[in-house]
């Protein structure tokens, strides 16, 4: 007899030590968000972010080139920028050290006594980086395979299902803490055994949970199901594109996940953990030059009031729960047909996770 996979033991969720550590390699070794490309729309313009417990920021640079750089000083460390703004060149506000847009130095006052310096070797650390779809990505290992390679297909097949995907731009960008690890939230998302008990709009009125299907795609994880019977959808979805029928997402582990719901409405997750019990997500959604849209508004609206409103009260009960002295981890629901009662992504996730941490 087989026995059953059980579910990660509570530390992994609790523990400190397991945050820091996934500060040094899970997630400095993944592909993250960023930032969307809309943020950055003239050279110099930039913004700042952090990952991993990082300060960074991107910036685009006179070629019209997406760079993100770590946010120090190559002098005496201190940051150089904050929040968003636009710049002719990067400025270090400790000793006016300044820095050319592709992160080479450009000037700094009174170095030109010190004898030995070389100058053209200093420039800003680079990191790596990849635009998705207007989305740009980093991932501090500078020897990250590209993501096409994370993400098998991901790219093309978003590209079918929003085909007006470079002339979105953020309408609503809705930020959730969540008092809990970031990968309760995370495996939250990963699975629908919770949906018709807990989500009664999104079951009923979006997608038909009864085809509702999650399989792995590289380290992706891909949601499929169809919309409602169109007579109960809660929108129209007559969008004049092809799948503008079904919902599907694109969750690019560890923690971004595209979704279009049916009408071809782009809509995006991503998730900044903030330490070892507190987690923040964002929800964003998506227009045609990020203009004016009711369709897009309602469905943010009702998405908030709902099924974002409805999670929160799960995963913080759930860690709560993790630090329980009575909990053990119990089994995981895998039904080898997939489907909607079942936590194979989950399964999934929690070996990716376990791989990660335990490397
Ligand atoms: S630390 Fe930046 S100029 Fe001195
Ligand atoms: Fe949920």
Redesign the pocket.
């Known amino acids: 007899m087989t026995s059953p996979i059980h579910s990660l033991d509570a530390r992994y969720y609790t523990d400190p030590a397991i945050y820091a550590k996934e500060c040094k390699g899970l997630l400095a070794k993944t592909w993250q968000f960023g930032c969307h490309g809309s943020a950055l729309p003239l050279p110099g313009s930039y913004t700042s972010f952090d990952i991993a417990g990082e300060s960074l920021f991107a910036i685009r640079d006179r070629d019209h080139r997406i760079r993100v750089f770590y946010n120090v ?6 940051q ?1 920028v904050s929040g968003s703004g636009r710049v002719p060149a990067i400025v ?6 300044s820095y050319h847009l592709d992160g080479r130095l450009r000037s ?1 006052p009174n170095l030109d006594v010190v004898a030995g310096v070389d100058t053209a070797s200093i420039c800003l650390s680079e990191v790596k980086v990849e635009e998705f779809l207007g989305f740009v990505f980093v991932n501090l290992d500078p020897e990250a395979a590209p993501m096409d390679q994370w993400f098998p297909h991901a790219r093309q097949e978003l590209m079918e299902w929003v085909p007006n995907w470079d002339r979105l731009k953020p309408l609503e960008w809705v930020e959730i803490p969540e008092d809990c690890n970031w990968k309760v939230s995370v495996e939250n998302y990963s699975e629908c055994y919770h949906c018709a008990l807990n989500h009664p709009t999104f079951a009923s009125g979006v997608v038909k949970p009864e085809t509702y299907d999650i399989q792995p795609q590289g380290k992706c994880l891909r949601h499929t199901t169809e919309c409602q019977n169109l007579a109960d959808m809660t929108y129209d979805i007559q969008s004049g594109f092809d799948h503008f029928d079904q919902y599907s997402s694109w969750f690019l582990w560890p923690m971004f996940s595209f979704q279009v719901y049916p009408g071809n409405v782009l809509n995006t997750y991503h998730w900044r953990a903030v330490d070892a019990d507190h987690v923040v997500v964002w929800r964003g959604w998506y227009s045609v030059d990020g203009a004016e849209n009711d369709t897009v508004r309602k469905l943010a609206k009702q998405d908030r009031e709902t099924t974002v409103e409805e999670d929160i009260h799960l995963v913080e009960s759930v860690q709560r729960g993790l630090c329980s002295r009575g909990y053990r981890p119990g089994p995981l629901v895998i039904d080898p047909e997939g489907g909607v009662n079942s936590e194979h992504p989950v399964m999934h996730l929690q070996r990716w996770m376990k791989e990660a941490i335990d490397a």
């Open positions: 000083c190559q002098h005496r460390a201190h150089l270090c506000p400790y000793h006016a050290w700094a």
